[in-house]
């Protein structure tokens, strides 16, 4: 098995957080939203049927916690989270991945999707640190 990784284009614009059992999770560097994408470490995983039943179920729990720390994260910023969004596009790049955003109605871009959008914020480093700690400590 070959060493997982994450296409270029997932480590120009976001940050290795953790890995979890299934995915490799990394941190969006947009401070508009609290933001995560899930990776799963499948060689050559495209479409969610590339992965077997069992990676299926278990990228699905892993969805759900990262929803659950996506929450967290905006309950800790004093910002709690209206809306989940939880996506997997993959027209731009094609390996397998999940995002899941924290969306809240004053965000600026609501109700709007935030794909392709203008306007991302590279966090600061002091904060991505943070969340970088809090996502790792989830």
Do not use: Y
Request: proline share 7%; glycine share 8%; hydrophobic share 50%.
């Amino acid at each position: 098995m070959t060493e997982f990784k994450a296409d270029a284009a997932f480590e120009a614009g976001s940050v290795f957080a953790v890995d979890w059992p299934l995915c490799q999770i990394r941190l969006q560097d947009d401070a508009r939203f609290p933001w995560l994408i899930l990776l799963p470490r499948v060689d050559g995983a495209v479409e969610l049927d590339d992965l077997t039943p069992p990676q299926r179920a278990a990228l699905m729990e892993e969805v759900v916690r990262a929803g659950a720390v996506v929450r967290a994260l905006g309950l800790a910023a004093g910002r709690p989270i209206d809306k989940l969004n939880t996506a997997a596009l993959g027209n731009v790049t094609r390996q397998l991945h999940i995002h899941v955003v924290g969306r809240r109605r004053d965000d600026g871009l609501w109700p709007d999707p935030i794909w392709g959008r203008p306007g991302a914020r590279r966090l600061f480093e002091a904060d991505r640190e943070l969340l970088l700690r809090a996502i790792r400590g989830a």
